[in-house]
């Protein structure tokens, strides 16, 4: 069992649980020293992690009420809020076999989207508990390290110094030291401006851009990209905690605008509204999470958009100092704030030491020397012991990089990977398998991003699929092909801004897996309206199974059988409402609902009965 939190002050734990038909299991300070790990960030900035194993197991389908004391002080005292209303503690329950799961993607704060984690608390408070869904599954952008709104970086910039962090000093930018860019140098909406214009860059850029000068800032909303430690976990305690924001807003409200032209001022104005809304959310937020099992992956966005997209990419922003040290901040605040929870015993205690080190003495060599070990560390994915297994896929670090262009779209995973992953899933009957990038996307979709990759400029659509790299696709269909594959794979993806649901067949001369291609997209993003309309419709119709398009652009023999959502057009098969996905699987593991919780209050079901299949 693992608790992740984070504290303003070094903390004595101690833990009570108590299962509902049971009798209370106390554990002090002394049973729980060995699992107990505390990274100091700063004066008022501590992580905790409790990763426990207990002598003996803790009843299932049953709600186990817990009180986590902090130095003695009782939940009451420290996070008021925490519970629901009609309960005495905040509680959870173990459910190893899943038959129900929630999952989401892309939470842009500043998005005018309503945030879709609000409706899984609002599941959770309207369910009785024994009916909860087994666990909460993020797949990708959790913050948008690239992406982030001026008054949210100004929020940042409020919240520092009251944290207490370390400076860090700044290598090859004009601003020397953290401390000075969040207080009298913070570039709001021009930091693409910080990278140095020498030849190297220059050439280097201009070859692997397209002109664009910026080796890392490659998305059109980076004028504001974190690049500080300091920021990325400022940011990661905004998005999380209503807490910060009570430090924040201490005074009675926002902080002071910076100077801005009156375009500029009337956006800052319309984020900062969107924002308040956000914020005013945030307590139901940090009551699900604390109520809910909660496994999470990366994506780019929770380090920068497009990251390792391409082998070119990779050796323009490693081999600079700066842009190196900017991705690295946010893989490390990734590594503090969501991978260590999801498989604690993947870091070991020399990892963390070394972490701690970095935390006290920021900028120094011995920061560059982790993060460089961070860039070659492989042990993102994990495996989670539910029935059926949950597998978490890494298509970030292990790509399969181009072996015809340096320009051309990395594989989401090189074969060593692919192979790892057969090699687990042998034996097993069912799998959940997660891939923040859709495994099974929308070919229409997939074919314009081809064109763009084959004219050299996969960045300017994120030419990033499973398809887009045929030794990585070949080796993933032939895992699925492998006789001792599991029987039903059920496919979470996120990080299309849409979602969708397809059935895939493989044909061949004995029967294949059931394949369930389920993606859910966004928590609090949209795909632009319009456009994913016309898409769905030519996809309909440049792609059915009668078209010749269809036949001379089939990938393998496979009858894919795209299933609508129930409030659907005619025609439309992808469902753009920012939510959170909630699927319920049969005893075999295969799905059985497949529904989408809508930020707005709807509910939308997908229809799964096989209407129209389509050959590739």
């Known amino acids: 069992m693992t608790f992740w939190l984070a504290t303003d002050a070094p903390v004595r734990l101690d833990l009570t649980l108590t299962p509902q038909d049971g009798a209370a299991i106390r554990l002090s300070q002394d049973h729980l020293k060995a699992g107990h790990t505390e990274l ?85 408070a309207e369910t009785a508990p024994e009916q909860w869904p087994a666990l909460l599954m ?44 969040h207080q009298q140098q913070p570039y709001y909406l021009k930091r693409e401006a910080l990278l140095p214009d020498n030849k190297l860059s220059r050439d280097m850029v201009t070859k692997v851009f397209g002109g664009v000068r910026k080796p890392v800032f490659t998305s059109d909303s980076a004028h504001n990209h974190l690049i500080s430690l300091g920021e990325v976990l400022a940011m990661y305690l905004l998005v999380w905690s209503p807490q910060p924001w009570q430090q924040v807003l201490a005074s009675g409200g926002w902080p002071a605008a910076p100077e801005l032209d009156a375009q500029l001022q009337q956006q800052y104005q319309q984020q900062q509204q969107i924002l308040q809304q956000f914020v005013d959310g945030l307590p139901r937020v940090r009551r699900a999470l604390a109520h809910l099992p909660v496994a999470m992956i990366f994506d780019d966005h929770d380090i920068t958009d497009d990251w390792n997209l391409t082998a070119a990419w990779e050796q323009a922003a490693y081999n600079h100092d700066f842009s190196a040290r900017i991705i690295g901040n946010a893989l490390l605040g990734y590594l503090m704030c969501q991978g260590w929870g999801n498989c604690p015993e993947a870091f070991s205690a020399d990892l963390l030491q070394q972490v701690q080190q970095v935390l006290a003495q920021p900028g120094q060599d011995l920061h560059d020397k982790l993060l460089q070990q961070l860039f070659r560390f492989n042990q993102w994915q994990y ?234």
């Open 40 to 124: 100091k960030a700063g004066a008022k900035l501590y992580f905790q992690l409790l990763d426990i194993h207990l002598p003996t197991a803790l009843p299932t389908q049953q709600p186990i009420y817990y009180q986590l004391l902090l130095n003695g002080e009782r939940w009451q005292q420290w996070a008021p809020d925490l519970c629901f209303a009609d309960q005495p503690e905040p509680f959870f329950v173990l459910q190893p076999d899943v038959r129900q799961l929630l999952h989401g993607s892309c939470r842009k704060p500043h998005h005018p989207a309503a945030d879709g984690l609000l409706q899984v608390e609002q599941l959770l």
């Open 138 to 181: 993020l797949s990708g952008d959790q913050i948008y390290a690239d992406d982030v709104a001026t008054p949210m970086l100004v929020a940042i910039h409020q919240l520092l110094p009251q944290l207490g962090l370390p400076d860090e000093a700044l290598p090859c930018s004009e601003v020397a030291s953290a401390g000075a860019l």
């Open 383 to 616: 495996q989670w012991p539910t029935e059926p297994p949950l597998l978490v896929l890494d298509t970030r670090t292990q790509r399969w990089r181009s072996e015809r262009s340096l320009e051309s779209p990395s594989g989401l995973m090189d074969w060593e990977a692919i192979t790892d992953l057969q090699q687990r899933l042998l034996g097993l009957e069912a799998v959940i398998l997660v891939s923040p990038a859709p495994i099974f996307g929308v070919k229409l979709i997939e074919s314009i991003q081809r064109v763009f990759a084959w004219c050299g400029k996969p960045l300017l659509v994120d030419a990033e699929n499973w398809m887009a790299h045929p030794g990585a696709a070949h080796a993933m269909l032939n895992l699925f092909r492998h006789p001792k594959t599991p029987r039903h794979f059920v496919i979470l993806s996120g990080d299309v801004h849409y979602s969708f649901v397809y059935d895939i067949r493989l044909r061949g001369k004995r029967r294949g897996p059931d394949l369930w291609q389920i993606t859910s997209s966004g928590l609090k993003n949209e795909f632009p309206k319009k456009l994913l309309d016309v898409f769905d419709r030519l996809n309909r119709w440049l792609y059915s199974p009668r078209s010749p398009l269809n036949w001379f652009t089939r990938r393998r023999r496979m009858q894919v059988i795209p299933h609508k959502p129930e409030t659907a057009d005619p025609g439309e098969r992808l469902l753009n409402a920012s939510g959170v996905g909630l699927v319920t699987l049969n005893a075999d593991g295969s799905p059985r609902e497949v529904m989408q919780l809508c930020a707005d209050g709807r509910k939308i079901r997908f229809v799964l009965r096989e209407e129209e299949g389509r050959w590739e």
